[in-house]
T-cell receptor, first 113, second 114 residues
């Protein structure tokens, strides 16, 4: 049982390049989330999904897009990377989005130069 | 909106107790959580408390909740070097699209010294 798996683990991008971060969960969870973690700021919610085929904006959605074509996968896209998007990105999932435990992936460290 | 605040650093000696404090703003939060993040890893749920409780104890961990002051604390008894990590307080809040989201504090870096 792998839990929540993120790929890649590390990436360096040039300003203006695009990339997709993949999150996969094998727990049949309905809810999935993308957070970014920056020093001294905790984790901030970028986008989330309450089920297959649905997505919604979180606190800091600008510059990102997401898709949830399959229940087990939640993709985060950066169309034109900017240095301000240098961060550690975490994907999480939970069973029903209620007050249940959220399971986190190991994180993707992204540097935009 | 929701806001969760924590101090950034705490240093304790091995064997002492650690107390990590947190204040939050959303009085409607049903659950409050403590997550632990070890270096290079994701967050793992450490413990949580339901908002109608004042205290919860789980082995070396004690969570205290003062709902009137919106203050949450995590006490780790007999702190060990393996407890060195970043500890995040989080409160649950409603998402406009349904379900709940977690609002995290900035995290408290706990350093355990020999």
């Amino acid at each position: 049982n792998a839990g929540v798996t993120q790929t890649p683990k590390f990436r360096v991008l040039k300003t203006g390049q695009s990339m997709t971060l993949l999150c996969a969960q094998d727990m049949n969870h309905e809810y999935m989330y993308w957070y970014r973690q920056d020093p001294g700021m905790g984790l901030r919610l970028i986008h989330y999904s309450v089920g297959e085929g649905t997505t919604a904006k979180g606190e800091v959605p600008d510059g990102y897009n997401v898709s949830r074509l399959k229940k087990q996968n939640f993709l985060l896209g950066l169309e034109s990377a900017a240095p301000s998007q240098t961060s550690v990105y975490f994907c999480a999932s939970s069973y029903n989005g209620g007050n249940t435990e959220a399971f986190f992936g190991q994180g993707t460290r992204l540097t935009v130069v | 909106g929701e806001d969760v605040e924590q101090s950034l650093f705490l240093s304790v000696r091995e064997g002492d107790s650690s107390v990590i404090n947190c204040t939050y703003t959303d009085s409607s939060s049903t659950y409050l959580y403590w997550y632990k993040q070890e270096p290079g890893a994701g967050l793992q749920l450490l413990t949580y408390i339901f908002s109608n409780m004042d205290m919860k104890q789980d082995q070396r961990l004690t969570v205290l909740l003062n709902k009137k002051d919106k203050h949450l604390s995590l006490r780790i008894a007999d702190t060990q070097t393996g407890d060195s990590a970043i500890y995040f307080c989080a409160e649950s809040g409603r998402l406009t699209g349904g379900g709940n989201k977690l609002t995290f504090g900035t995290g408290t870096q706990l350093k355990v010294e020999l």
